[in-house]
């Protein structure tokens, strides 16, 4: 048994931690800058969104290899495992790739004449940010990160009672 394996419920709810982490960080500069008219850019603020992808796609085969497994084909035209020789790195799950981008909504335009950012028309181009959405976006990114927390309290548990034996 490999002493990577104990540790990966660990390295799993790590990353999920670190990917709600991120995405509650743009929630907080969205609602900080919900009136934002104008950036240092000359726009008004622009909603940050952030999207999770899974970083690295496993090869079935070849984690078979790994543990000392043989595949075999029952087909000649069936792919080998031989050919799908990669590195540990490539193989082993490196997380999640959490990327945080600009929401492309358009700008808000609300009639404020009184504003020094309004066109001549009287129009003030406001973010692109709905503090009602924020909210349940950062209730629902709580939640995750205290499943995650509770994921790595029962991986302690579970690895500190398997001592005990």
């Known amino acids: 048994m490999k002493l990577d394996s104990i540790f990966g ?9 670190s990917a709600q982490r991120k995405k509650m960080n743009s929630i907080a500069s969205n609602l900080a800058n919900a009136e934002t008219t104008k950036t240092s850019e ?25 543990n000392g497994m043989k595949m075999t084909t029952t087909q000649p035209g069936h792919l080998s495992g031989e050919d799908l020789a990669m590195t540990q790195d490539e193989v082993v799950p490196a997380g999640i790739d959490a990327v945080e981008t ?9 009639y404020d004449p009184g504003n020094p950012d309004a066109n001549p028309q009287g129009y003030v181009a406001t973010p692109n940010v709905n503090v009602v959405t924020e909210m349940v976006n950062m209730i629902t990114t709580s939640r995750a990160f205290e499943a995650n927390t509770m994921a790595i309290n029962a991986a302690k548990t579970m690895a500190k009672d398997s001592l005990e034996i």
């Open 42 to 66: 000359g726009k008004p603020y622009q909603r940050k969104v952030v999207t999770f992808k899974a970083k690295a796609a496993h090869v079935f085969s070849t984690v078979l290899q790994q």
């Open 9 to 17: 419920g660990f390295n799993i709810s790590a990353a999920g931690l």
């Open 102 to 110: 600009d929401d492309p909504a358009q700008a808000q335009m609300v």
